[in-house]
């Protein structure tokens, strides 16, 4: 580089893309398997390749390149595996939303092939688009190992996962309870719902009592769901009802007789204190029908009409207009007493915000108890670290109450479930070879019959990226990659997913590899505005995009701003002005380097070594801040503070070296003692190169920058050597 070019001021618009293709052209982000080399690892969180990266994704891609740059230069064979997820429901609520504004088609007129081929396409397009934006933060991942949660060559080893859990007798298919999501058309599982307060009325019943005169008075959200009515609940200590536990009701509007039973579930601060029990539309009295081995009579249907097993005059109407005809016909009856106003909590599909109606419905389940227990173990026996590790207390609560988990999901985006049905005598088949291949059954193998089904029903998406740290490394073949990668050294993600994705990466890594996918987990927090209110489409003036303010302040403003200061789970607040703060930190590397840089090429003769008693007392202090500094940071990195190793980096960089060591050597570099000048000369460059050093993995860009123009010995800045001692 020449002298002039050494005075422009840094340009990141300009250096960044040209500094990235340096790197990826050098193979430093593909590590060799070398058994002389410790291994370190990091799978990717996939990011939903189903539109631009936010800035969470900013703030997961800057954790984990710190602590892969980190790895890489300590000598380690660093491998940062991306990749991307079809993020099932997801997606194809995007797409279906994307094709109606577009051209006003639904998934139904497209039919399920058109529909899933245009759906990859607009994936894997998507996907392009954020492994650009990937570059653009400056991740340092190895993009010859990228994988895709729909590679055809990753489907057998889902399969394989499948075929071992159905072996074992940990999957099942069952009729339960599950959230029918009735736009989507589909079950989700039960993180798949929010909640959220609804207004509503509470409508007050009166159920007749056989051979009386006598009612049993009940309180309802949902007036409706009596048609499934099998019983009337009453709490055990209610005083008020002990008398008439053990007798009948009659139904009212469909006149079947239903048990007056006692169970704890029931509240009786709620309403009347007596509620009807529909097992069929309920979480809570589906529980209490199970106790009571009461009957299960489903009156809304998938289609969220009103099924055949309602009484005729409400068959295929709309729920929402039952609700209405139900209510005049207890009006008419003089039935119903009274309707307040109530606020309640409602669930929803997380992805298309329809509200959730709980039906019974014959699905796929992962019996999740003998897969959680060794997962409790090693997370109780701490060979998995959680940091922060005040998760891990609500994360081992959880995993001694998970309920069984359901896989199967009625999307067309997604894997289809490897099984056969038999028409004629129900069996189930697995269609699975033992290279995890689909294989077509030709006959049933319980009765010979030749009519068979194929099961339509996909996979739940977090099936798929729950295998993540294993099928990316090649398992079940005992590839290079798996046996020397495997298990992965960290998993980094936001604590929002501890329960969805992690703990299932336990489970089914545990249950297929017999290890842990990782020995520890980093949680990150959440990125807030300047406000630490959550970002929002609704409110831009806060939120921040990662490529504009990239385009703004640079990729390293951007990485310091999400990190410098930060700690393990908790939340980060962000604005562009802390972004601007960082990119004046940025600048004042640029000059600092550039200052003494213009000392260094003016000095012909700098020394390689200076002996200790030549140093004056200013240099030997800086050289000992620098091993403070150095021993600080390594310890840091150990123990996952990033952000505080940041902070010590910036303030280190910032007051003494910048405002102290520079300021005093000025004085220096100007005298007339051309001894002391080489001398100081040496410590400022050597000072330098640590700083460059230290800073890289947390804005590698501008540090790069400089070390090229640096010309030592090392060629490239990412695989220099970390200091191991400062002399
Ligand atoms: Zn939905
Ligand atoms: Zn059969």
């Not at 409706?224 to 009659?250: F, H």
């Not at 469909?254 to 009786?268: G, L, S, T, Y």
């Not at 990316?472 to 969805?500: C, H, K, M, R």
């Amino acid at each position: 580089m020449s002298k002039s070019n050494n005075y422009q001021p840094y340009n990141s618009n300009e250096a960044e893309p040209e500094i990235y293709k340096l790197w990826e052209k050098s193979g430093q982000f593909t590590p060799k398997i070398d058994p002389k080399k410790k291994p370190f690892s990091i799978i990717m969180p996939p990011p939903n390749a189903n539109g631009s990266l936010h800035i969470g994704h900013a703030m997961f891609v800057t954790l984990e390149d710190i602590l892969i740059r980190y790895h890489r230069m300590l000598g380690e064979a660093a491998l940062w595996l991306p990749g991307a997820d079809h993020a099932g429901i997801l997606t194809q609520v995007v797409y279906e939303k994307k094709i109606k504004k577009e051209r006003g088609a639904n998934r139904k007129s497209l039919g399920r092939e058109k529909f899933y081929a245009e759906t990859l396409s607009f994936t894997l397009k998507n996907k392009k688009v954020m492994e650009n934006q990937l570059r653009a933060l400056g991740a340092s991942c190895d993009w010859t190992r990228e994988k895709f949660t729909l590679d055809p060559n990753l489907t057998p080893a889902i399969y394989l996962t499948f075929k071992k859990l159905y072996e074992a007798g940990f999957v099942y298919r069952g009729q339960h309870l599950i959230n029918w999501c009735p736009r989507c058309e589909t079950a989700i599982s039960d993180l798949e719902v929010s909640y959220q307060q609804e207004k509503t009325k509470l409508t007050f019943i009166k159920y007749p009592l056989k051979n009386s005169a006598q009612f049993i008075l009940v309180a309802t959200t949902r007036p409706e769901t009596m048609l499934g009515d099998t019983a009337v609940a009453v709490n055990p200590k209610d005083k008020r009802y002990s008398a008439l536990v053990g007798k009948i009701a009659i139904l009212p509007l469909v006149n079947r007789e239903i048990p007056i039973i006692a169970d704890e579930a029931v509240d009786p601060a709620f309403g009347s204190g007596a509620v009807k029990v529909t097992p069929a539309h309920d979480p809570v009295d589906f529980e209490i029908g199970m106790r009571h081995q009461l009957p299960i009579v489903s009156v809304i249907g998938p289609d969220n009409k009103m099924t055949q097993d309602a009484p005729v005059s409400y068959q295929g109407l709309m729920v929402k207009l039952a609700r209405e005809k139900v209510v005049a016909a207890l009006v008419d009856l003089n039935l119903l007493t009274k309707q307040k106003d109530y606020q309640h909590r409602v669930g929803h599909c997380e992805r298309c915000k329809t509200t959730i109606e709980p039906l019974i419905s014959w699905q796929w389940f992962i019996h999740t108890e003998p897969l959680a227990a060794p997962v409790v173990e090693l997370v109780e026996k701490e060979q998995v670290k959680i940091l922060p590790k005040r998760f891990t207390k609500t994360f081992l609560t959880w995993m001694k109450n998970l309920k069984d988990w359901c896989i199967s999901r009625q999307i067309w985006w997604g894997i289809t479930i490897p099984v056969f049905y038999c028409e004629d005598c129900q069996k189930i088949m697995l269609a699975v070879d033992d290279q995890g291949n689909l294989m077509l059954p030709q006959t049933c193998a319980g009765c010979g019959s030749v009519h068979l089904r194929q099961e339509t029903d996909t996979f739940d998406t977090w099936f798929s990226s729950g295998q993540w740290p294993y099928i990316t490394l090649g398992w079940p073949q005992n590839s290079a990659d798996y046996q020397y990668f495997y298990p992965t050294s960290v998993l980094e993600t936001g604590y929002e997913i501890l329960n969805i994705w992690v703990a299932r990466m336990l489970m089914l890594g545990i249950f297929a590899t017999g290890v842990a996918p990782f020995k520890t987990v980093y949680l990150h927090g959440m990125v807030r505005d300047a406000f630490g209110q959550k970002m929002s489409k609704s409110r831009p003036e806060t939120a921040i995009d990662p490529l504009s303010a990239i385009a703004k302040f640079g990729a390293d403003a951007l990485r310091l701003a999400l990190t410098v200061g930060s700690a393990a789970g908790n939340d980060v607040s962000i604005s562009g002005d802390k972004i601007r703060g960082y990119r004046n930190f940025a600048n004042k590397v640029w000059n600092a380097a550039r200052f003494t840089k213009g000392h260094l090429l003016a000095q012909h003769q700098i020394p390689e070594k200076v002996k200790a008693q030549s140093l004056t007392a200013d240099d030997k202090k800086m050289f000992s801040e620098l091993k403070k500094l150095l021993a600080s940071v390594n310890k840091d990195f150990e123990h996952f503070r990033l952000g505080r190793l940041g902070e010590k980096l910036y303030d280190s960089f910032w007051h003494v070296f910048c405002d102290w060591y520079l300021e005093a050597a000025k004085k220096r570099l100007f005298s007339q003692d051309e001894k002391d000048k080489e001398i100081c000369c040496f410590v400022l460059k050597k000072s330098l190169m640590v700083y460059l050093k230290l800073l890289h993995p947390l804005a590698p860009f501008v540090t790069e920058k400089i070390w090229q123009s640096l010309k030592t010995e090392e060629q490239l800045l990412i695989s220099a050597s970390w200091p191991d001692k400062i002399e």
